[in-house]
């Protein structure tokens, strides 16, 4: 399934989508009315992200920002830090 988090397994959940119209009553309004109710999705927030399997394979997982967040997915470091020689670190 394509919205779906690899990780988790979260997915889209369904709710309800209110219309009003009107002047809200502390505007001065008579107050607003309900004039629909329409089924709406709530889609996750997915992000491709490269993250190393623990194999250490490298590998595209679609996951939502929860799980990137909360560190169940590491990412690829794509270039190593700099270092210097181990000779020079001595003078």
């Known amino acids: 399934m394509a919205n779906v988090c690899e990780i988790c397994g979260k997915g889209h959940s369904m ?3 209110v219309t009003l119209r009107g002047k809200a009553k502390y505007l001065g309004g008579v ?3 309900i004039t629909g109710i329409t089924r709406r999705k709530f889609k996750p927030n997915l992000q491709t992200a490269k993250a190393v399997m623990p194999d250490g394979e490298h590998k595209k997982l ?3 920002t929860q799980c990137i967040r909360s560190g169940y ?3 690829v ?3 190593r830090p700099f270092k210097l020689p181990s000779e ?3 003078r």
């Open 31 to 33: 107050g607003t009315k």
């Open 73 to 75: 997915v590491k990412k």
């Open 15 to 17: 709710g309800n989508k």
């Open 88 to 90: 020079e670190r001595g």
């Open 77 to 79: 470091v794509r270039h």
């Open 62 to 64: 679609k996951v939502c």
